[in-house]
């Protein structure tokens, strides 16, 4: 696929969003702000930085994308689609009996997604253990991995941290998405996880913090880490992030971590991304 | 050997071999031929028997330090990018610790991943109930795409190693810390979902696992000097049961017996009874730990406390024939 430019994925972004949106609300369920926040960076990664190709969803020297914080499923649906993986019409089967794109992310249902996640805190693990065996093969494919901030709540987390930098996985390049919510509020009230940015130098990676939503800063931390050699420490990009973004009455508000739109949010919502 | 016996009874003089250790030396005997084959352990190397792989082949072998959670979803991504790989900790910590990861990150997606977890049972003995896995069955074989094999003795262990490494999709194997007398000869032929006929019998069935297919054997033996000819069926799947065996068994003798090292709830006889409730209702008993937690001890002195000997298999052997 050829990559986009900046522009052209501002534009790819905001088509994701209306897309995000549009299933989400037929669905009448599912998560609006987690998806909406992680929009942006998994954009980048599909139409920009990931060496894939959306007619050989199985292409060993792939680089790999595992969301971490499965649901967001919606988003990485929109990108998988409009990539080429799969028909646009599927979209609209989100959540249905039957469908190839389930609530959470089944890998065995969805052309092109590469590992199954829901279960918060799980994927880094996952991704370790791909970058190990690709490592074993002297692969030089990426391991890209987004985890939410209220995700590093979870234990096996920082079990799979200290992996990481144990093992010097050079090609793991893990994103925070760093909206500030999780469903009972903020992170900071629920249960703090700063410094996230220390912690994650702590446990030995190197880190980058970025505005999640300026694809000047996104493109190029997502790219920086790729020529790292495989035994390398692994990459953490702390990326700021606005749940919700994109449309103003989401933004910021717990209460649409697990709640869709409704048609008349819907209306309002593409009213201002420009449908 | 009478014309009832398939199997010879065990003997204090047999020869006696760890599962695990087995377990050890296949990974090593597999794994020079199949460069696929990697294996994890969570800082128990030496108990699980991994250690000799990771010797063997470093580059292959990964320690995940005490964090069972990281250990299997480490082990999905490897298989992810193409990997066998063999997963060991205590049956406690692979089952227990790391239920819902092998659950999501293994079973769901049906990833190439086997689990061989060693200690399992109350025959770990001394270290008592913390690390005494009795409902391992259980949670095991309820988790879908997950199948459960336990061996009866080291002979056995050998070929399930060498089966289920051509297979793909996620194994729950157990091993003991105790060693057991073997039973079978070499090549006596393991198959994934199949019991085996180990003592021909026609009043009443026993339906065994692991270390409790040669107290099943002894049992037997002893119930046939009473005139109780007792059929023992080695049921080394748990999952997928052999469903048609069972149901043969239930048909021809008209009474079961279920022995394993698990607690009786949900574990072989319960799999068992599932079988029979739907196709062939016979009275059954089940020799298991009674609902309760293990605690330290011997292995021989527990399994005795536990009700878990040839003499307990004999008990429920003539109760459940009153029943028919």
Redesign the interface.
């Known amino acids: 696929m050829k990559p986009q430019s900046t522009d052209e994925l501002r534009e790819t972004s905001r088509q994701m969003r209306i897309e995000i949106l549009k299933m989400l609300n037929r669905a009448a369920s599912g998560h609006t702000g987690g998806s909406l926040s992680a929009a942006d960076i998994i954009a980048a990664l599909y139409f920009r930085v990931l060496r894939h190709d959306p007619k050989d969803p199985s292409w060993?020297a792939r680089d790999?994308f595992v969301l971490s914080k499965g649901h967001a499923a919606p988003a990485l649906y929109t990108a998988l689609a409009l990539s080429g993986y799969f028909d646009r019409a599927d979209l609209a089967t989100l959540r249905q009996v039957g469908s190839t794109l389930q609530g959470h992310p089944?890998?065995?249902k969805t052309r092109g997604a590469?590992?199954?996640s829901?279960?918060l805190?799980?994927g880094?693990?996952?991704?370790?253990?791909?970058?190990?065996?690709?490592r074993?093969?002297n692969s030089d494919a990426n391991v890209y991995v987004l985890i939410g901030d209220g995700e590093l709540q979870e234990?096996?987390i920082w079990?799979?941290a200290?992996?990481a930098a144990?093992?010097r996985l050079g090609k793991i390049i893990a994103i925070v998405d760093k909206n500030g919510l999780q469903i009972d509020g903020e992170v900071k009230n629920v249960m703090g996880v700063e410094p996230v940015d220390e912690k994650w130098r702590a446990f030995g990676w190197d880190v980058t913090e970025i505005d999640g939503h300026d694809f000047s800063q996104i493109v190029p931390a997502l790219e920086a880490p790729r020529s790292k050699p495989a035994t390398d420490r692994p990459s953490m990009i702390v990326a700021r992030t606005v749940k919700g973004k994109g449309v103003s009455f989401f933004e910021n508000q717990a209460k649409y971590h697990g709640v869709a739109p409704s048609s008349d949010e819907l209306a309002r919502a593409l009213k201002e991304l420009g449908e | 050997m009478g014309s009832s016996e398939v199997l010879k009874t065990p003997a204090e003089k047999d020869a006696a071999l760890g599962t695990r250790d087995v377990y050890g030396e296949m990974l090593v005997e597999l794994a020079r031929h199949r460069s696929d084959i990697v294996v994890l352990d969570a800082d128990l190397s030496g108990s699980t028997m991994t250690k000799f792989f990771a010797k063997e082949f470093p580059e292959r072998f990964f320690n995940m330090g005490i964090a069972e959670q990281d250990l299997i979803g480490t082990a999905a991504g490897l298989a992810l990018a193409g990997k066998n790989p063999f997963v060991s900790s205590f049956a406690i910590f692979a089952s227990g610790r790391a239920w819902e990861q092998v659950r999501q990150a293994l079973a769901y997606p049906a990833l190439n991943v086997k689990v061989v977890a060693s200690h399992g049972g109350i025959c770990v003995g001394e270290d008592g109930a913390s690390h005494q896995m009795l409902e391992d069955f259980a949670l095991m074989r309820v988790i879908p795409n997950m199948r459960v094999i336990v061996p009866a003795d080291g002979v056995e262990m050998r070929e399930i190693m060498r089966t289920v490494v051509n297979e793909e999709g996620p194994f729950y194997i157990r091993t003991s810390r105790m060693k057991f007398p073997v039973l079978f000869p070499d090549g006596a032929g393991f198959k994934i979902g199949k019991g085996k006929v180990v003592r021909r019998g026609a009043d009443l069935t026993i339906i065994a696992v692991g270390l409790m297919v040669s107290e099943a054997l002894k049992a037997s033996a002893v119930l046939a000097k009473k005139g109780i000819s007792a059929r023992v069926v080695n049921m080394s799947t748990i999952k997928p049961i052999d469903e048609r065996l069972i149901e043969k068994c239930a048909r021809q003798t008209g009474a079961i017996v279920t022995a394993e090292e698990h607690s009786v709830i949900g574990g072989l006889g319960s799999a068992v009874c599932e079988v029979t409730a739907a196709r062939c209702p016979v009275p059954v008993r089940m020799v298991g730990i009674k609902d309760l937690f293990g605690m330290s001890g011997k292995s021989e002195e527990l399994l005795a406390c536990y009700g878990l000997q040839s003499a307990d298999i004999i008990k429920a052997a003539q109760e459940v024939l009153k029943k028919k």
């Open positions: 060993p790999r089944d890998m065995r590469d590992a199954s829901g279960s805190g799980q880094l693990s996952i991704a370790n253990g791909i970058a190990m065996g690709l074993l093969d234990g096996q079990e799979a200290m992996t144990h093992y």
